[in-house]
T-cell receptor, first 112, second 110 residues
Framework: GENVEQHPSTLSVQEGDSAVIKCTYS??????FPWYKQELGKRPQLIID?????GEKKDQRIAVTLNKTAKHFSLHITETQPEDSAVYFC???????????FGRGTSLIVHP | DVKVTQSSRYLVKRTGEKVFLECVQD?????MFWYRQDPGLGLRLIYF???????EKGDIPEGYSVSREKKERFSLILESASTNQTSMYLC?????????FGPGTRLTVT
């Protein structure tokens, strides 16, 4: 089955810096890669996703890049703000499965 | 707006008790999931249902069962609660690609 590795497990940055979280996946059939943000005490919510026919997607300060050959994808957050502090989960899903496979999460801490 | 609700935010049960966690979604989604969330271990899939009365085991089904008698409702059952089942339980539903999560139930088994 699919295996998703996520790094780092903890990331601490100063406000205004950029943050990058990386994930690798094992199943070449995976074609959908979402990122979820979970603030403390709240539910995970989708913040951005990318499909395998696209190499990069941006939404204001966040972007996701995908390298299908290397089987890795990354979340980039620019000009970080304290409200970006949260746990971020990556996931991968193939078209033949209903079930996404999640990474273990990255705790991002943005210091004011 | 998709709404996924869970029956309790916090629950305290004794070892050996039968525990029911309920999840309800209002978007007519076919797919529903139960996850367990523990620090450093991420979201681990317990069970998945793709239709009424249909279920599949996830990565950690031992000690759990599920029930889906109606499309909008997916229940997680701990037949005999144990202390190692103390955790945060998250329900999710999915209609297309995006998963919508419930607020979670923090279960403590003493």
């Amino acid at each position: 089955g699919e295996n998703v590795e996520q790094h780092p497990s903890t990331l601490s940055v100063q406000e205004g810096d950029s943050a990058v979280i990386k994930c690798t996946y094992s199943d070449s059939a995976s074609n959908y890669f979402p990122w979820y943000k979970q603030e403390l005490g709240k539910r995970p919510q989708l913040i951005i996703d990318i499909r395998s026919n696209v190499g990069e997607k941006k939404d204001q300060r966040i972007a996701v890049t995908l390298n299908k050959t290397a089987k890795h994808f990354s979340l980039h957050i620019t000009e970080t703000q304290p409200e970006d502090s949260a746990v971020y989960f990556c996931a991968a899903k193939s078209g033949g499965s209903y079930i996404p496979t999640f990474g273990r999460g990255t705790s991002l801490i943005v210091h004011p | 707006d998709v709404k996924v609700t869970q029956s309790s935010r916090y629950l305290v049960k004794r070892t050996g008790e039968k525990v029911f966690l309920e999840c309800v979604q209002d978007m007519d989604h076919e797919n529903m999931f139960w996850y367990r969330q523990d620090p450093g271990l991420g979201l681990r899939l317990i069970y998945f249902s793709y239709d009424v009365k249909m279920k599949e085991k996830g990565d950690i089904p031992e000690g759990y069962s599920v029930s889906r008698e109606k499309k909008e409702r997916f229940s997680l059952i701990l037949e005999s609660a144990s202390t190692n089942q103390t955790s945060m339980y998250l329900c999710a539903s999915m209609g297309g690609y995006e998963q919508y999560f419930g607020p979670g139930t923090r279960l403590t088994v003493t």
